[in-house]
T-cell receptor, first 113, second 113 residues
Framework: DQQVKQNSPSLSVQEGRISILNCDYT??????FLWYKKYPAEGPTFLIS?????DKNEDGRFTVFLNKSAKHLSLHIVPSQPGDSAVYFC????????????FGKGTKLSVIP | DSGVTQTPKHLITATGQRVTLRCSPR?????VYWYQQSLDQGLQFLIQ???????AKGNILERFSAQQFPDLHSELNLSSLELGDSALYFC????????????FGEGSRLTVL
């Protein structure tokens, strides 16, 4: 039972355009969501997060949107740069206590110069 | 560099064998997490330790065990290895268990032949 789903294994975007990565979840107990970026031969690195009390969080070129009623979140990257090419993982957690994150399978983003 | 160190980076062994993966968390981090990433899968949570004590267990097989030592480094022991255990094993750390921002090591790639 996959509680966090990233239905697009890959995405290609032209440099300068917007990249939109999507993530759906099924567990209503999730209340904290994160995006991680992973380059080959490296561990995942934290990118941006959002609490369920918000519907948007921005950090520079990265914005995460949360639609709780649809159990959907998305990561927008504007403008996309070649250095953004990586695998992006969506992750979710159900609050205080142990922070075991449930990850999606990832979306490989390719930004074409 | 996340500050989390994992050794070895690569390991090739045979079925039925036992291996130990080692993780040194970031300085000051009390929580250590182990994740498994099999081919085309997301990161699967295995186990979490906080200040030497087991905090949470995920999808960890009985053949696998872990511990966190007084100096806060952690070891993941995998025994009676099977072909399906071939995967990337990531260690992550955080200061406490109240934030979802985990810092990941580069991973240990285990190949079971």
């Amino acid at each position: 039972d996959q509680q966090v789903k990233q239905n697009s294994p890959s995405l290609s975007v032209q440099e300068g355009r917007i990249s939109i990565l999507n993530c759906d979840y099924t567990n209503s107990m999730f209340d904290y969501f994160l995006w991680y970026k992973k380059y080959p031969a490296e561990g995942p690195t934290f990118l941006i997060s959002i609490s369920s009390i918000k519907d948007k969080n921005e950090d520079g070129r990265f914005t995460v949107f949360l639609n709780k009623s649809a159990k959907h979140l998305s990561l927008h990257i504007v403008p996309s740069q070649p250095g953004d090419s990586a695998v992006y993982f969506c992750a979710a957690s159900s609050g205080a206590g142990s922070y075991q994150l449930t990850f999606g399978k990832g979306t490989k983003l390719s930004v074409i110069p | 560099d996340s500050g989390v160190t994992q050794t070895p980076k690569h390991l090739i062994t045979a079925t039925g064998q036992r291996v130990t993966l080692r993780c040194s968390p970031r300085s000051g981090d009390l929580s250590v997490y182990w994740y498994q990433q099999s081919l085309d899968q997301g990161l699967q949570f295995l186990i979490q330790y906080y200040n030497g004590e087991e905090r949470a267990k995920g999808n960890i097989l009985e053949r696998f065990s872990a511990q966190q030592f007084p100096d806060l480094h952690s070891e993941l022991n995998l025994s009676s290895l099977e072909l399906g255990d071939s995967a990337l094993y990531f260690c992550a750390s955080s200061v406490s268990f109240v934030t979802g921002e985990l810092f990941f090591g580069e991973g240990s790639r285990l190949t079971v032949l």
